[in-house]
């Protein structure tokens, strides 16, 4: 039985755990496998640059699917397509899970990927149904579960890799979804907000293609060579089907992404604020517990096991929980400007302080801690200014590029700082380690990435009214 759209309005906190559930599964599952690669590597015996594909594959799959998905949500009801994404990402789950080679847990982590879609539709679903009070607060805490789940699951990925196997990250991910699948069956109602309007193919494989050729360039990058003719060749394909995207847009009846909304200040700024908190954001997933790890050997590091280095990210992810519903009070009362400048303030310092101070545990715990309150406070923002800032039929799909946009920063961003890391080397007994100095330059850049994002919010358009649903039909639930 599916519950209509008043039985949500008077059980928000309900629907918003559900809904909060189903994104957590999707953020653990995009970290956890990060502290496994090791295992991963040595169980199929598989050079590092065959294993790394296991993060790609669910990073192009992502990309590609959560535009169309959000807007195939905005076309035919979010909570029908959350329960697809759903289904898909569990279906993942298992065939990694019960993978018997590589290219068996590619697969699977492929197939994954489509959860992508998951947050702009539940984002959706809380501004379709939701009282308007509770809307800022309850997008803020959807938005919170990215760096939440993302944090929580390298500490979650290290115990059950030490002590019940790398097939466990995958089925912990089965469970976490069918839970959720149930609880949006059971009690999450169907959105009454549909855009009246044909499925854009050609538009989806142009958008497709370009993302494709963008993010597998970025992420080889380090590998090929950033010079070398495949990576170049990638760039430059992405280039070329970007404009034929946009051309195409431009001229079709019904776009999947309406260029004429994207041009929109309040949402192209938004954009590229999340452009560039992804390109600073991802970086901490990488610097934090590799340094760490490093052997006090080196002359810095702590030579922390995989598990405890998870522990320093974990302020991080608890000062999101509260940062994220914050952002949303603080939208509501003074406009979401001021929470996402706050943020990336905030995320800018931490870096810095990192950059400047790494050499104690507390130095870390501090920096880990003003990273979580700027990152949560700052994604909030970003959801709820693009949800503001766009008519009701376009939420899925607008919510989805800011999604993509922050994802394409963070592929960028992450392989920027290994570069920086990697650049320098000293040795310590037989082992060779990054310099110091690379970790210093990495904070550095990550902090920069922030001053930016920082910049770009003072170009965000102030406080205004949400816009009119122009071109929205409804339907009985």
């Given at each position: 039985?599916?519950?209509?759209?008043?039985?949500?309005?008077?059980?928000?906190?309900?629907?918003?755990?559900?809904?909060?559930?189903?994104?957590?599964?999707?953020?653990?599952?995009?970290?956890?496998?990060?502290?496994?690669?090791?295992?991963?590597?040595?169980?199929?015996?598989?050079?590092?640059?065959?294993?790394?594909?296991?993060?790609?594959?669910?990073?192009?799959?992502?990309?590609?699917?959560?535009?169309?998905?959000?807007?195939?949500?905005?076309?035919?009801?979010?909570?029908?397509?959350?329960?697809?994404?759903?289904?898909?990402?569990?279906?993942?789950?298992?065939?990694?899970?019960?993978?018997?080679?590589?290219?068996v847990?590619i697969?699977?982590?492929?197939?994954?990927?489509?959860?992508?879609?998951?947050?702009?539709?539940?984002?959706?679903?809380?501004?379709?149904?939701?009282?308007?009070?509770?809307?800022?607060?309850?997008?803020?805490?959807i938005?919170?579960?990215?760096?939440?789940?993302?944090?929580?699951?390298?500490?979650?990925?290290?115990?059950?890799?030490?002590?019940?196997?790398?097939?466990?990250?995958?089925?912990?991910?089965?469970?976490?979804?069918?839970?959720?699948?149930?609880?949006?069956?059971?009690?999450?109602?169907?959105?009454?907000?549909?855009?009246?309007?044909?499925?854009?193919?050609?538009?989806?494989?142009?958008?497709?293609l370009?993302?494709?050729?963008?993010?597998?360039?970025?992420?080889?990058?380090?590998?090929?060579?950033?010079?070398?003719?495949?990576?170049?060749?990638?760039?430059a394909?992405?280039?070329?089907?970007?404009?034929?995207?946009?051309?195409?847009?431009?001229?079709?009846?019904?776009?999947?992404?309406?260029?004429?909304?994207?041009a929109?200040?309040?949402?192209?700024?938004?954009?590229?604020?999340?452009?560039?908190?992804?390109?600073?954001?991802?970086?901490?997933?990488?610097?934090?517990?590799?340094?760490?790890?490093?052997?006090?050997?080196?002359?810095?590091?702590?030579?922390?096991?995989?598990?405890?280095?998870?522990?320093?990210?974990?302020?991080?992810?608890?000062?999101?929980?509260?940062?994220?519903?914050?952002?949303?009070?603080?939208?509501?009362?003074?406009g979401?400007?001021?929470?996402?400048?706050?943020?990336?303030?905030?995320?800018?310092?931490a870096?810095?302080?990192?950059?400047?101070?790494?050499?104690?545990?507390?130095?870390?715990?501090?920096?880990?801690?003003?990273?979580?309150?700027?990152?949560?406070?700052?994604?909030?923002?970003?959801?709820?200014?693009?949800?503001?800032?766009?008519?009701?039929?376009?939420?899925?799909?607008?919510?989805?590029?800011?999604?993509?946009?922050?994802?394409?920063?963070?592929?960028?961003?992450?392989?920027?700082?290994?570069?920086?890391?990697?650049?320098?080397?000293?040795?310590?007994?037989?082992?060779?380690?990054?310099?110091?100095?690379?970790?210093?330059?990495?904070?550095?850049?990550?902090?920069?990435?922030?001053?930016?994002?920082?910049?770009?919010t003072?170009?965000?358009?102030?406080?205004?009214?949400?816009?009119?649903?122009?071109?929205?039909?409804?339907?009985?639930?």
């Amino acid at each position: 039985m599916t519950p209509n759209v008043d039985e949500a309005k008077r059980h928000p906190t309900r629907t918003l755990l559900i809904l909060a559930g189903a994104t957590t599964a999707f953020a653990l599952a995009q970290t956890m496998v990060v502290p496994a690669l090791p295992e991963i590597q040595q169980r199929f015996h598989a050079t590092t640059a065959a294993a790394t594909w296991v993060l790609t594959a669910f990073l192009l799959t992502a990309s590609v699917s959560t535009p169309l998905l959000g807007r195939l949500g905005d076309m035919y009801g979010k909570e029908r397509l959350l329960l697809v994404a759903l289904a898909v990402f569990g279906l993942g789950s298992v065939i990694a899970a019960v993978s018997d080679s590589l290219a068996v847990l590619i697969a699977g982590r492929a197939v994954q990927g489509v959860g992508g879609a998951l947050f702009p539709l539940a984002i959706g679903i809380v501004r379709d149904e939701f009282p308007r009070e509770k809307i800022a607060i309850g997008i803020g805490a959807i938005s919170a579960t990215f760096g939440i789940g993302s944090g929580a699951g390298l500490v979650i990925a290290g115990l059950l890799v030490d002590h019940a196997g790398v097939e466990w990250i995958f089925w912990l991910s089965v469970v976490v979804t069918t839970l959720a699948a149930f609880g949006t069956w059971r009690y999450v109602p169907e959105s009454p907000v549909r855009a009246q309007a044909r499925l854009d193919i050609g538009g989806a494989v142009l958008a497709s293609l370009a993302l494709l050729a963008l993010l597998v360039g970025v992420s080889q990058g380090n590998s090929w060579g950033w010079g070398s003719g495949r990576v170049l060749g990638l760039f430059a394909a992405a280039v070329a089907f970007a404009a034929a995207f946009v051309w195409f847009e431009r001229r079709t009846s019904d776009p999947i992404v309406d260029m004429r909304l994207m041009a929109r200040r309040a949402v192209w700024t938004t954009n590229a604020v999340a452009f560039a908190v992804g390109f600073a954001m991802f970086g901490s997933f990488i610097l934090i517990p590799e340094l760490v790890q490093t052997p006090a050997a080196a002359g810095y590091g702590f030579g922390a096991s995989v598990t405890a280095a998870g522990l320093f990210l974990l302020p991080s992810s608890g000062v999101m929980l509260f940062a994220g519903p914050l952002s949303g009070r603080l939208g509501h009362r003074f406009g979401s400007k001021l929470p996402l400048a706050l943020g990336t303030l905030a995320a800018a310092l931490a870096y810095f302080w990192l950059a400047a101070e790494h050499s104690a545990r507390i130095h870390i715990y501090l920096g880990s801690t003003l990273l979580g309150l700027g990152i949560g406070l700052a994604f909030a923002a970003m959801a709820n200014l693009v949800v503001q800032a766009v008519p009701q039929d376009q939420t899925g799909v607008a919510t989805a590029i800011n999604s993509i946009m922050r994802t394409i920063g963070g592929a960028i961003g992450a392989q920027v700082a290994a570069a920086l890391v990697t650049a320098s080397t000293i040795s310590v007994g037989r082992a060779v380690l990054p310099a110091e100095s690379g970790y210093t330059d990495a904070f550095l850049m990550s902090g920069a990435g922030a001053v930016v994002a920082l910049l770009a919010t003072l170009a965000v358009p102030g406080p205004h009214r949400a816009p009119a649903r122009a071109g929205v039909a409804t339907e009985a639930a």
